[in-house]
C-alpha cells in the first residue's frame, strides 16, 4: 500500500511541477501536501526526496519545500521527460529532444562504424531486418521495442560512454512519439531501408555513410515533428491523436 501511495503522491505532484502548474518559487508545506493527498508524512518526505533529486523541489528548513525554476531540472531524467511529454510542454520537449537526437546520432553511428564489436554490428544488420518485418505487419508495439534497441545499440556501439548514457531518453522519446499518435502504423519503407544502410555502414566499416545514413533518418523525424509543431490548432502545446 506504501508503494502506491508513493507512487501517486510522486504521480501527482511530478506532473504538476513539469506542467508548472506549481509556479517555481512556491513553497510548499508538508503539512498541506499531506491533508491534500489523505497519506502519512513518510510517505510525502519519500516523494519529495525523489522530486529533489530530480532537481524540481528543494526542501528548506522551516520554510517547506520550494518548487525550482525549470532551469535547475534534471532534463535527461527519464521520468522528467515522460511527466513533460505529458505536459503543455509536450512540444516543446519534443522538438528539444528531437534536435538532441539529429545532433548526437549521426555522429555515434559515425562512431560506431569506426569503433562497434562485430557482434554488435551483426546484431545492428539482424534488428533492421526484424524493423522491416514489424513494420509491414502493421506491429506498431513490436517496431517501437525494436526501434529502441536499434538505436541503443548505435549509441553503445560508438565506443563513446556520454552517448551510450543516452539510451534512456532515446527509449523515453521513441516511447512518447507512439504512445501520443506521433508514429505512423507503417513506416515509409525509405526509412526502413535508412536503418538498414546505417546498420550495414557499421558492419563494413563505412563512417561516412553511416552517418550519412543516420542523419537521413533524423532528417526525416525532424520534418515529420516540424508538421505537427507547425499545426495550428495545437497552440496549447498538445498533440491531439
Avoid at 522551516?62 to 521520468?79: A, C, F, I, K, T
Avoid at 518485418?133 to 526501434?147: H, K, M, S, T, V
Wanted: net charge negative.
Amino acid at each position: 500500500m506504501g508503494g502506491g501511495l508513493h507512487a501517486r503522491v510522486l504521480q501527482d505532484l511530478g506532473l504538476a511541477l513539469c506542467s508548472q502548474d506549481l509556479a517555481a518559487g512556491t513553497v510548499m508545506k508538508i503539512e498541506d501536501i499531506e491533508r491534500q493527498y489523505g497519506v502519512s508524512r513518510s510517505v510525502i518526505r519519500e516523494a519529495v526526496r525523489v522530486l529533489e533529486s530530480m532537481g524540481l523541489v528543494a526542501s528548506r528548513r522551516r520554510v517547506g519545500v520550494l518548487v525550482l525554476p525549470p532551469s535547475e531540472w534534471n532534463l535527461y531524467d527519464p521520468q522528467v521527460i515522460r511527466w513533460r511529454l505529458s505536459s503543455p510542454a509536450q512540444i516543446a520537449q519534443l522538438r528539444s529532444l528531437t534536435e538532441l537526437r539529429m545532433a548526437i546520432e549521426p555522429e555515434a553511428a559515425r562512431l560506431a562504424a569506426l569503433r562497434s564489436p562485430l557482434a554488435n554490428a551483426s546484431d545492428l544488420m539482424g534488428l533492421a531486418g526484424q524493423l522491416w518485418a514489424a513494420g509491414g505487419a502493421g506491429d506498431q508495439e513490436r517496431f517501437l521495442a525494436i526501434d529502441i534497441r536499434f538505436h541503443q545499440l548505435v549509441l553503445a556501439s560508438s565506443g563513446n560512454e556520454m552517448f551510450a548514457k543516452l539510451d534512456s531518453l532515446i527509449s523515453e522519446v521513441l516511447i512518447g512519439r507512439t504512445h501520443h499518435g506521433m508514429m505512423p502504423t507503417r513506416p515509409h519503407e525509405d526509412a526502413l531501408q535508412l536503418h538498414v544502410d546505417v546498420a550495414s555502414a557499421i558492419q563494413r566499416g563505412a563512417p561516412d555513410i553511416a552517418q550519412s545514413s543516420m542523419l537521413g533518418i533524423m532528417q526525416r523525424t525532424m520534418d515529420e515533428m516540424s508538421t505537427i509543431w507547425a499545426a495550428p490548432h495545437q497552440s496549447d502545446g498538445f498533440i491531439r491523436n
